[in-house]
């Protein structure tokens, strides 16, 4: 019954996770057209730092303590689709803390990336969700 209830917990903790990383890189096209100094860039400072402390970082904290919990205990850390989810949410997490350092470069006026770069950027980390959604349900491996 508790194994139930921490893979929903997880579940939802992996959506709120991913809202939060395809919806960054969007504020972040938007801020990087946005005059530096702006009302409007001032305002998307403040909503970046905002998604990040307060959804996408406890999100993620969430999704892999009790990710890492599920796979021990009812895989047993084994299996190649596992591990391949685990790479696969480990370059995630990589993504997050590149968002990470980019939210500290727009908060210090020192953005150095066009609007494109992020419009591309947004799509990675969709990429890597259908592949690890694929990964958990299909289990091709």
Do not use: C
């Not at 892999?64 to 009812?74: D, Q």
């Not at 350092?101 to 947004?122: C, H, M, Q, S, T």
């Amino acid at each position: 019954m508790a194994y139930e209830w921490i893979k929903a917990f997880h579940v939802m903790a992996v959506i709120a996770w991913m809202a939060g990383m395809l919806y960054l890189p969007r504020l972040m096209v938007y801020h990087a057209e946005a005059q530096v100094g702006s009302i409007q860039s001032e305002t998307f400072k403040i909503m970046e730092r905002r998604l990040l402390k307060g959804i996408i970082n406890p999100a993620m904290i969430v999704t892999w303590v009790l990710g890492l919990y599920l796979a021990w205990s009812a895989f047993g850390f084994k299996g190649g689709w596992l591990h391949g989810k685990i790479a696969l949410v480990l370059v995630l997490s990589g993504i997050h803390g590149y968002l990470s350092g980019r939210v500290r470069a727009f908060a210090e006026d020192r953005n150095d990336k066009p609007a494109r770069f992020y419009r591309i950027l947004n799509e990675v980390p969709a990429l890597l969700m259908a592949a690890i959604v694929i990964l958990v349900v299909v289990k091709p491996f």
